[in-house]
């Protein structure tokens, strides 16, 4: 990997989320917290907070594949921190915002390593085997437009 193709992918990572955050900072509250009639549906606030979670996950993960190599990953239950974390006391600015923040932090994590260094930088995950610096980076690049289904799910049950 070259030096280019790393900046690439930092900065396809960084602007995967900035549709899915510039959308839900700009709806109202009333959106932000309906809930669709829907078998374990999630209201767009408890979404972005998932997503902001996930974030603070991928800095870790990263950050264990530079600092600890080789070492299992913890796996976390989203649905159990949806359930168990009331999301209707985060400010959506702030959890936009520290999204943000989190993602400009993920990126200079992954910069502190050199290209020829990301694939020596792995962990190991429980379900999905060995990740490294790319792997992980992918898989919370395709998130936000996984998280953007949902949110025109949810926006088209309110009409």
Known sequence: MTDEEKEQILKAYI?????????IAALDEPALDFRPAIADAWTIREHLAHFFHADMFCFTRIGIAIAQPGTTLFAWDEGLWNSNIDSRFMEVKALVAGTRTVRGFVAALARS????????????????????????????????????EYLDRNLSAIK
């Open 15 to 23: 602007q995967a989320a900035e549709p899915l955050l510039d959308r």
């Open 113 to 148: 390593v050199p290209a020829s260094g990301w694939d020596s930088a792995m962990a190991m995950h429980p379900a999905r085997g060995p990740l490294k610096i790319t792997d992980l980076l992918a898989i919370y690049t395709r998130h936000a437009a996984f998280h953007i």
